[in-house]
């Protein structure tokens, strides 16, 4: 059973965009030949020590946090992630991350979580732009160059909306204008107005073309000074992005929610923390796999109930549950994005079949592994 590291690149790129990747992240390909074959896929949240013992030779580890994510000098096998590196390595081995453009992808490591509860995806909780800037042209011309002028726009890259081309819509009515002395008018005279039967066409095209579709209305409309509207659209949420904001299949209280997520979720050290009033009923919940601090004021806005993320700290908490009726729901960073691992082992086995042994690994990452139960006094 093998697959090439090409091949296998090409399915997680597909299913985690690395342009989806923020822009101080760093994802993909960490070490192994694209051109070589992988014989496993083993699936990890962490590249550590240990889930690289566990990892066959000519294996592919996917990991989801990245290994060299800030800058280093030496990668000697004397330091700890050079240790790594130099195991892949003589082990024929490759590593691969997908980190934040796999939280953003869609399916991603919120869905993941979300699923793991038990809850329906309904909408992304902090969507990213599609990255599109459009400007709406809107031209005003003779009907008699209407078509040319049109012609001119499409040839220019206007038009085009997804998989069509040619888009356009058009409406007629009366122009009027008054040539002053100097004018060169096409149609009537200095001095008299004039009233022209004129077609309303309005054309979408990408911001970067802008000069372009301009230089082609000039070349193309028999005016000597065209009138036409040039306005920017809005930028428009894609489907993908951080989070997601779901809904429970029946309302319960915030106290069973808990136990819900206590029981979907791998057990840790860290356990599960709530705040809010436990008797309070949830129905819908936002969910945010790994660190979501950051999205409290998303999540105040967002119409739901409980938000169910990691790594809360204290201030930012406070000062959310201070302001909003929201509920909070800790649980630990590991655990929240575990669930992807098998999000991203379906993807595999769905996409190679037999070709491809591809497995979770069994360590547990999560760095906390003493209960307060277990201490010594």
Not at 63 to 72: E, I, S
Request: charged share 20%.
């Amino acid at each position: 059973m093998s697959a090439r590291l090409v091949d296998v690149i090409e399915v997680l790129e597909r299913a985690y965009p690395p342009a989806l990747a923020e822009d101080w992240d760093s994802v993909g390909l960490v070490c192994g030949d694209p051109s070589e074959l992988v014989e496993s896929v083993t699936i990890a949240v962490d590249a550590t020590a240990a889930v690289v013992a566990e990892v066959p030779p000519r294996g592919l580890l996917l990991a989801h946090h990245p290994l060299l994510l800030r800058g280093v000098d030496t990668v000697a096998a004397s330091t700890g992630k050079g240790a790594i590196l130099h195991q892949l390595i003589r082990n024929r081995s490759a590593l691969f991350t997908a980190h934040t453009n796999a939280d953003s992808a869609n399916p991603g490591v919120s869905d993941a979580l979300a699923d793991a509860l038990g809850l329906v995806v309904e909408d992304v909780l902090s969507p990213v732009s599609d990255g599109t800037q459009l400007d709406k042209w809107v031209v005003f011309v003779p009907a008699a160059h209407t078509d040319a002028v049109r012609t001119a726009l499409f040839a220019a890259g206007a038009g085009a909306l997804g998989d069509y081309s040619h888009c356009s819509w058009t409406v007629s009515g009366t122009g009027q204008f008054l040539p002053h002395d100097g004018a060169a008018p096409a149609i009537g005279a200095v001095g008299a107005v004039e009233y022209v039967d004129e077609d309303h066409v309005e054309v979408i095209a990408p911001a970067s073309l802008r000069g372009r579709v301009l230089g082609a209305l000039r070349h193309a409309h028999p005016y000597e000074e065209p009138a036409f509207d040039v306005v920017t659209l809005a930028s428009l949420p894609s489907d993908v992005g951080i989070g997601r904001v779901c809904a429970l299949p029946v309302p319960e209280s915030l106290r069973a929610f808990v136990t819900r997520v206590n029981r979907g979720l791998p057990a840790t050290s860290w356990g599960v923390r709530a705040a809010g009033d436990p008797d309070a009923v949830v129905s819908r919940v936002a969910v945010c796999g790994g660190a979501g601090d950051s999205l409290l004021d998303t999540v105040a806005a967002a119409d739901v109930h409980a938000y169910v993320t990691a790594d809360l700290r204290h201030h930012p908490a406070d000062e959310h549950l201070r302001a909003s009726d929201v509920a909070l729901v800790d649980v630990a960073h590991w655990a929240s994005e575990f669930p992807w691992c098998g999000q991203a082992e379906a993807l595999l086995r769905t996409q190679f079949g037999e070709a491809l042994q591809v497995d979770v690994s069994p360590v547990r990452t999560d760095p906390w592994n003493l209960e307060k139960d277990d201490s010594t006094t």
